[in-house]
């Protein structure tokens, strides 16, 4: 033991000794590691910023879009769910506790006195603060009462008090919506901006029912169901089971394709680490390229410093160095300076990622793993690419080595 | 008793298709406590014959008894372990580690040890420095070193893990004749604490501060 630690000891010594070879090789680990680093981050932060957005959407629920995949892709909204499907869902689904039919009208122009904005109006069922966690600040909810008499009530996002109000109070106020008197019950807290860049503090709530008389002139269609389930372990089934009842309810023959469409938790997450996963991929291949030519830069700056140091591994030999003690000698200097590299890596690996946080709002999440994974690769870099010049040093016979 | 036995040792290179017989067959016994000098000629296969004294090379055939053992059936490992606990080198350019200090040079035989039999290395490396009085250039670099003191520092290289043998191969190749009486001096004060020293030289002059020479010529002692 106390054996390899002296012979560990010379290593250190040795990458102390050998400024250049030690600066040369850190420094295109370092590289490589970096980009590693940032793509662990990366691909946590997309993870963990996925997982956030889940949190809000509800990790029991589905939303079911009306209109086939076919038909949003051209840009069409087909309107296939209708509140008799709703009503049916309610009744079949005992695990459902919560069936809310929203509709939505994009482009509602809105005004307080003389301050107009265009926005996003969603007709929605009573509790919609309770079916999308999303916590009213000021006022109150929508009530069975203002749904079931289609009353000229609103919650308002943020974003729409900001321009219409400004700092002044909104509740209890009448705005105008779409010509139309609307009171102002509740605010909604604040939600930012999504991945996709949607301002979700852009849009007004109103009882669905308002939103499909007096906006839409829509007596049949809504556009989006949302359903929340008391066993969420279950999900998957309930999601499916839910696909299977609305194509039959919609007569689908086989083969058909489904004229709605079903989203999970599952779907997001997926959807969310996608947008992240052409960047992981391009740093990626960065990463491993430049960890590829860092360990050919060490491997071939190690072999011409084992033949630099012929004399020296000779010497150690003649004084009782074991081929394996050489050996472990240089695989020890190679994994130091690997090691050092993978650290500076993970620093360049932070900063790196700072400066991607500030030009493109990149999610990044810093953890051990991270920096586990840099450490651990730099190991590799450090055996895999060392392990031929050591062997190389180790194989000099020491008379041949001492004569040279 | 003698410290180094040799029977019968052949050694042959091959040079491609040609053989050429380094080593004819040397008989050679040196007495634990001699300083013997080993000359001849170029090509003469001196330098064969110290590398397999000093176990860095092994014969083709023969017997050669290193302090009680028969080291012609040892491994590799097992002869590297060999030389770190009975054999000292001392080499006509020095070989010091030149990234290393003095004392770190002096330390290098000691670091090849499963167990120290040295409680403390240092004090005992130190020791053996103030012995070739270069104790107060403990922590300069070799190349701050005059040539002899640079081989001053490989000789208590040679003497740290405290060996039978010492081997010097011209030791003063390179050193002026004032320095290089001074190192003999050293060796023979070595040999007067009871090392056995084998030098290898060409130089009568110097051979002649051993107590007996050998002749080697053409592969065989004459």
């Known amino acids: ?62 939303l079911v879009i009306g209109g086939s995949e076919e038909a949003r892709a051209i840009g069409e909204r087909e309107k296939t769910l209708t509140l008799a499907d709703v009503e049916a869902v309610e009744e079949s689904f005992p695990h459902a506790y919560l069936v ?24 929605s069922t009573a509790d919609y603060s309770r079916g999308w966690t999303w916590p009213v600040v000021q006022g109150s909810d929508l009530t069975e009462e203002d749904v079931r008499g289609g009353r000229n009530v609103a919650l308002l996002g943020v974003q729409v008090v900001r321009n219409l109000f400004g700092d002044g109070e909104p509740i209890g106020k009448y705005i105008i919506v779409k010509g139309i008197p609307v009171q102002v019950v509740g605010v909604l807290t604040e939600r930012g901006t999504t991945p996709t860049g949607a301002n979700m503090d852009d849009r007004v709530v109103m009882p669905i029912t308002t939103v499909m008389r007096k906006l839409l002139n829509e007596r049949k269609y809504v556009s989006v169901l949302r359903v929340r389930f008391t066993d969420q372990a279950r999900l998957a089934h309930h999601q499916e089971e839910l696909r299977l009842f609305l ?15 079903v989203i999970s938790p599952k779907e997001i997450i997926l959807f969310l680490v996608a947008l992240t996963g052409s960047l992981v991929l391009f740093l990626g291949l960065v990463g491993f390229i430049s960890l590829l030519v860092a360990g050919f830069v060490l491997a071939n700056l190690f072999l011409l410093s084992v033949k630099e140091r012929t004399k020296e591994i000779g010497i150690r030999r003649a004084v009782g160095a074991t081929r394996g003690d050489i050996r472990l000698q240089f695989l020890g200097e190679a994994v130091v300076i690997t090691t050092l590299g993978g650290l500076a890596g ?24 991270a920096f586990a994974a840099g450490l651990v690769l730099s190991w590799l870099v450090g055996i895999g690419f060392g392990l031929k010049p050591a062997a190389t040093a180790s194989n000099l016979n020491p008379i041949e080595a001492i004569r040279g | 008793m003698s410290l180094c036995l040799l029977e019968d ?70 002869l590297s372990t060999y030389r770190n606990e009975h054999i000292g080198f001392v080499f006509q350019s020095f070989f010091l580690l030149p990234y290393a200090t003095v004392l770190e040079n002096v330390l290098l035989p000691t670091l090849y040890v499963d167990r120290s039999k040295w409680g403390d290395t240092q004090k005992r490396a130190m020791e053996i420095l103030s012995m070739v009085g270069l104790k107060e250039r403990a922590k300069f670099k070799p190349g701050q070193l005059s040539g002899g003191q640079q081989q001053r520092v490989a000789l208590a290289r040679a003497l740290v893990n405290d060996p039978e043998l010492v081997l010097a191969d011209e030791p003063t190749g390179q050193l002026d004749s004032n320095t290089a009486a001074e190192i003999m001096a050293l060796l023979s004060a070595m040999n007067a604490r009871g090392k056995t020293v084998v030098l290898i030289t060409h130089d009568q002059a110097i051979a002649a501060h051993a107590s007996r020479i050998i002749n080697i010529k053409d592969g065989l002692i004459v």
């Open chain 1, 1 to 62: 033991m106390s054996r390899s630690l002296n012979v560990l000891s010379q290593s250190l010594q040795a990458v102390k000794a050998f400024k250049l070879r030690t600066s040369f090789c850190l420094i295109s680990v370092a590289l490589g590691i970096a980009s590693i680093t940032i793509i662990v981050a990366a691909t946590e932060g997309a993870y963990k910023k996925a997982f956030d957005i889940v949190a809000l959407f509800g990790p029991d629920s589905v």
């Open chain 2, 9 to 78: 040792i052949k050694k042959t290179y091959f040079l491609g298709e040609q053989e050429v017989e380094v080593l004819r067959g040397v008989d050679l016994e040196i007495p634990d406590g001699e300083f013997a000098a080993i000359m001849g000629p170029s090509g003469s296969g001196k330098t064969t014959l110290m590398n397999i004294i000093g176990c860095l090379d092994v014969p083709t055939s023969g017997r050669y008894v290193l302090a009680g053992k028969d080291v012609t059936q040892l491994s590799d490992d097992e």
């Open chain 1, 346 to 369: 993970f620093i360049i690996g932070i900063l790196g990622s700072k400066v991607l946080t500030f030009v493109a709002e990149f999610p990044i999440h810093f953890s051990w793993k």
């Open chain 1, 247 to 261: 194509r039959q309810r919609h007569n689908l023959p086989d083969g058909e394709p489904d004229d709605f469409r």
């Open chain 1, 100 to 123: 809310l039919p929203m509709t939505a009208a994009a482009n509602i122009n809105v005004s307080y006195r003389q301050n107009k904005h265009q926005t996003f109006v969603v007709g």
